[in-house]
């Protein structure tokens, strides 16, 4: 009985099992095995390794975005002159990933609390104008009296109502063009501990004085004139100014970290959003971009206003990373998936004893002289030893 276990456990952990394989001479079955073998291969080498870089292991980053706009204006309406700076035409105050930077506006000056005509909205009698009622596209609540002289329903509002049908055109703030931002993006891969900013090597304060972003003698610049953001996303400023639009500003780092980490360096692309119907934007039924605001001030014991109807560029800057590093574990992984292939194609077609190891392996039969019922038509399940 001990000589049994004994022989049992010594067959367990030193004798080595494999199946016997029956090798069958046939062209058509050999030529679809080897183009199989080398689909795998292929796969492995072209797509897991090359292309999907499967013996890495990647990470996303945690990134900062900090802005700032330049540049001044220079407005004359109806003899107004006016000087624009950045705290009058970015929306909201410096230092956002996403803003709004004013291109054109209509103003409404001296408005007051108090009771006025609509400008649509047509009227016949009082009954047409219901008191303390409130419409969604009116200025204010209705009092219920058609005023004669205009034919609409007065309204307690904001005295004068706003008339915002005609946008002026050219943009009053055409001078935008040539605005400037600058952006400052720094960005940690955690899983590396590698820290990154777009302030690369190379880039020093006396560089950044002079420098302006360029797709290809400036690209890691990154100061960016305004009309040159607009025509890099595709559309047109003089079209965009007047009615406002938005454009995406993409800061793409993409890196590998198997090299020197000073090559991990940002890339910038440009994308309209949505602004001009015959341009990039197809919604015509709601073109450009625009707001509201207010400024409140006393005149005469008396609260009023000024109201701009602002049209203006959204730029909204977007991080997107990945960054990759060799990692045993991924790489060991892939080479697992098709270990088997590559194995046999090395132990049976590369190595000195390659025909010894076909023999010890295969048994030969040729499927145009094998009787289908001889013991050798069949697969031999045998173990050899």
């Given at each position: 009985m001990k000589s049994k276990i004994s022989n049992a456990l010594s067959d367990f952990f030193f004798e080595y099992e494999t199946p016997r394989q029956v090798l069958v001479r046939n062209r058509r079955v050999g030529v679809v095995c080897r183009l199989i073998q080398l689909g795998v291969l292929a796969y492995i080498i072209g797509w897991v390794f090359i292309y999907e870089k499967g013996y890495q292991t990647s990470d996303t980053a945690v990134s900062s975005v900090f802005s700032k706009m330049k540049g001044v204006g220079y407005t004359n309406v109806s003899g107004n002159e006016m000087v624009w700076d950045v705290a009058d035409y970015v929306f909201p105050s410096q230092g956002d990933s996403s803003?709004?930077?004013?291109?054109?506006?209509?103003?409404?000056?001296?408005?007051?609390?108090?009771?006025?005509?609509?400008?649509?909205?047509?009227?016949?009698?009082?009954?047409?104008?219901?008191?303390?009622?409130?419409?969604?596209?009116?200025?204010?609540?209705?009092?219920?009296?058609?005023?004669?002289?205009?034919?609409?329903?007065?309204v307690l509002t904001w005295c004068p109502v706003e008339n915002d049908h005609n946008i002026p055109d050219p943009p009053l703030l055409m001078s935008a063009e040539n605005y400037t931002l600058f952006i400052k993006n720094s960005v940690t891969f955690p899983l590396f501990g590698v820290t990154r900013s777009n302030l690369v090597e190379g880039i020093n304060y006396a560089y950044i004085k002079t420098c302006l972003y360029h797709p290809t003698d400036s690209p890691l610049c990154p100061i960016f004139k305004l009309g040159d953001i607009v025509k890099l996303s595709g559309f047109n400023f003089k079209k965009i100014a007047k009615e406002g639009g938005a454009i995406g500003i993409v800061v793409d780092w993409t890196c590998n970290l198997d090299v020197a980490v000073k090559h991990c360096k940002p890339k910038y692309e440009f994308h309209?959003?949505?602004?001009?119907?015959?341009?990039?934007?197809?919604?015509?039924?709601?073109?450009?971009?625009?707001?509201?605001?207010?400024?409140?001030?006393?005149?005469?014991?008396?609260?009023?206003?000024?109201?701009?109807?602002?049209?203006?560029?959204?730029?909204?800057?977007?991080?997107?990373?990945?960054?990759?590093?060799?990692?045993?574990?991924?790489?060991?992984?892939?080479?697992?998936?098709?270990?088997?292939?590559?194995?046999?194609?090395?132990?049976?077609?590369?190595?000195?004893?390659?025909?010894?190891?076909?023999?010890?392996?295969?048994k030969y039969t040729d499927t145009q002289t094998q009787d289908p019922d001889s013991e050798a038509g069949s697969i031999e399940t045998a173990m050899t030893k």
């Open positions: 803003f709004v930077v004013m291109t054109n506006y209509i103003i409404t000056e001296g408005q007051k609390m108090g009771k006025c005509p609509e400008l649509e909205g047509k009227c016949s009698s009082d009954g047409d104008c219901e008191g303390g009622s409130l419409k969604r596209t009116g200025h204010g609540q209705m009092t219920g009296v058609c005023v004669n002289a205009t034919k609409t329903c007065e309209g959003l949505y602004g001009n119907p015959d341009e990039t934007d197809k919604a015509r039924a709601s073109m450009g971009y625009n707001f509201r605001y207010a400024k409140h001030y006393m005149e005469d014991k008396v609260q009023k206003r000024t109201l701009l109807k602002v049209f203006g560029i959204r730029i909204d800057i977007i991080v997107q990373s990945l960054a990759r590093k060799f990692d045993i574990i991924p790489t060991l992984t892939a080479i697992g998936s098709g270990a088997t292939v590559v194995c046999d194609l090395v132990l049976l077609y590369l190595l000195p004893k390659r025909e010894f190891y076909k023999n010890m392996k295969f």
